[in-house]
């Protein structure tokens, strides 16, 4: 599964992630205290290797990590880490996991 986040300020201008790090976690609530799957968002560079002022960001999970999920529905959010605004949350949300129909 391959999610891109445009991480965007309240004026919709996108976001200078320069110098931050990522977060996120499945839960199966936003109450409960297991984590289903780490999330290990990723901040787009440049073709310089340089950070983009342009607030891009994907999540990448692979086969494995999603065969691990049980069926059901669940909640994930995404934080951004650095000096002044520590576990900002740039986006949360759900989603469902269905069981196979093709075997």
Known sequence: MN???AVTDSNGNAFDLSG???SGQVR???GSTG????LSPTINSGSTGELFASGL????????????MPVG???YDIERYSGVA???KILR????VEPEVTR
């Open 3 to 5: 999610l891109n986040i």
């Open 20 to 22: 931050a790090t990522l």
């Open 28 to 30: 199966y609530s936003y």
């Open 35 to 38: 984590i289903l799957l780490r």
């Open 57 to 68: 960001a994907s999540v990448n999970i692979d086969a494995t990590g999603m065969a691990a």
């Open 73 to 75: 529905k669940f909640v």
């Open 86 to 88: 520590d576990g900002a």
């Open 93 to 96: 949300g759900s989603f469902i």
